[in-house]
């Protein structure tokens, strides 16, 4: 079993969020399409002003992705994540607590493990 918080759809997500030509999305889909598929991919959504907040109030230094416009043009392709990377996708309330996050994640990835 592999858990990983990057694969092929934060790929082809940050690829198309910073592709010079927006209508190449698909063709991004494309190319990435030949990489291995997951069993399943969690996409923990919260919008651009929380992830800006949960950022500033992280210690560390500013990572090179973590711009407020390319962060909220994520948010909008992570929300139709089914259109870019059409495998077994499920989306996962990231605005409540983090218990509740862990347990909403764990309700999904179960009958994965299971099967």
Known sequence: MVVSDRYDLSSVAYQSATAPDPS?????ATLNAQALRPDLTVVVDVTA??????????????????VDSLQRRLVELYSRAERLVPERLVHVDGMVAAEAVLASVLGQVRPVLEG
């Open 49 to 66: 002003d929380c992830a800006a907040a949960r950022r500033a109030s992280r210690s560390g230094h500013r990572e090179i992705y973590e």
């Open 24 to 28: 190449t999305a698909d063709w991004i």
